[in-house]
């Protein structure tokens, strides 16, 4: 694929992904666009980021499914691979917002904290725990 091809794809990806992000937001979130995975940890004892990934998971799944399928000479059309690839890429989307909202959650809950000892910021302005 040359570099002009390649571009194509990704734009064509992003903007699937940006259109997406921003339809599911009215029915998947309630304010909170991470809400249905705080949901899920709540129910399950675990943790956002694990509801998540379990999400992740049953398309990574299904991805393997197809990639097995080559092996026989089957070839699942586009779409459906389009489909489960955009879906893990959305998904990584709100992993990461998960993550930076755990690293903003935590870092507030030390500036709160009257005790700093066992704390120093790091090169990025974020506390970390040193030994």
Request: hydrophobic residues 35%.
């Amino acid at each position: 694929m040359n570099n002009k091809h390649f571009t194509m794809v990704l734009n064509t990806r992003i903007e699937l992904l940006t259109k997406t992000l921003t339809s599911k937001a009215d029915e998947y979130a309630r304010g909170d666009r991470l809400s249905n995975f705080k949901k899920i940890a709540a129910f399950r004892g675990i943790t956002p980021e694990d509801a998540c990934m379990g999400l992740v998971i049953k398309h990574i799944a299904a991805l393997d499914d197809f990639i097995r399928d080559l092996d026989d000479s089957k070839m699942m059309p586009y779409d459906r691979w389009g489909e489960k690839l955009g879906d893990i890429i959305a998904y990584m989307v709100l992993l990461d917002a998960l993550i930076i909202e755990r690293e903003e959650y935590e870092r507030k809950k030390i500036q709160d904290s009257e005790q700093y000892s066992g704390y120093t910021r790091n090169e990025r302005g974020y506390y970390e725990i040193y030994q």
